[in-house]
């Protein structure tokens, strides 16, 4: 014989992802949350003619009861489908969809969810899958050509003798008022802005007409805003700059000798310096081929592994990335087109959200197939090193990630990259040339 009040459960699969679990409520249990609310109904209610509290269950069911039993199947449901849950064995991946009728007094309550679960992965051999990884490699041209960055950055801007005329890779400094028919217009005006030929910062056409300028010199440029121009009020409208050269000025860039390497602070002479920069390209060449590594597996599993992914964890990946895109941009795009942009992107980010789940989902199957567990210990030291680069207080930053759905984002994250730390062990590796 059933429990009094207990919750009756039969589970049918709809898909490789999906349950409908039919749920039926004992007649006990829907009796007293119709006592229950007609109870606290009448506690409430105003009723004409009668004092607070005092009017019977026969009017207030006259005059409320379908609101009652909205409030009733809402209890029902909360209640029970928790219960209906458990019972059924269940991991819900997202809110369940239910279907329900309103509930009767002293009788069952029946009502249907469905529910998006995770989906049940048959892993193929984790050893030996084929990667492929570049080699690292950083040449003598590579490091000159660092080297020369570095000139570039601390170059020097020397102002032009009199009279010399800008050409490309002058940079100047201009005053300029835009006007659109006549009329200036938003965003059109500046003073002392640093403009560099050859750069192509400005509208195309500026600074070409720019050329053969010098300083003092007073010019007239037209140019015609192009036609996706991020301002929609300009986009393809021409306009006239009144244009006034205040300077014209050259990089000039220092020598590449023991003096430069100790001008930079830290380093005896020139030959320091260039070991510093072939070690930081060769950490960074490592970086990039390690990530290569890892993306190289991950393809490797996700080709050989077929499984549906619930449609729900697509929509919250990329709900997630569309709200920090959404925050990133909003007050710097105008609404209604980064709002149109957003729409664009919800389709055409969506295989990527796919592709981001199914690769969670993997990971998350191969930790638990290997039993891959992340000790205090690791979370401790993982603080230890986020305090660290952020140049925080490690027992701050601790004391933020107190909340528990933190703390278990960043457990999650260590057990991916634990258990895409032993796929790239286990790995048969082709190194390859980006040449």
Known sequence: MAEEGAVRVTTREEGPVVRRLEIEVDPKRVRRAFDRAYRDLAKRARVKGFRAGKAPRSVLEKMFGPQVR????RLLVSESLPEAVEEAGVRPVAEPSIDAQAPEEDA???YTAEIEVKPTIALPTLEGLPASQPAVEVSDTDVLEQMENLRERHAQLVEEEEGTTAAQGSVLK???VGRIDGEPFEGGTGQDVELEIGSDRFIPGFEDQLQGSCTGEDREVSVTFPDDYANEELAGKEAVFAVHVVSVQRREMPELDDEFAKDLGEFEDL?????RVRSDLTEQQQGKADAALRQSVLDALVERTEFDVPASLIERRLQSQLSRAHRELEGSVPHEQLHGQLDAWREGWRPRAERD???ALLLEAVAAEREIE?????LDARLEEMAESQGMDAQRLRSAYQDGELLDAMRVQLKDEKALAFLCAEAKIEETSDS
């Open 70 to 73: 909205e409030e009733i199947e």
């Open 357 to 359: 789940v199914r690769e």
């Open 374 to 378: 992340i000790a205090d210990e690791e």
């Open 174 to 176: 201009i005053d300029f």
């Open 271 to 275: 030959a320091a310096l260039r070991e």
């Open 108 to 110: 069952p309550f029946r």
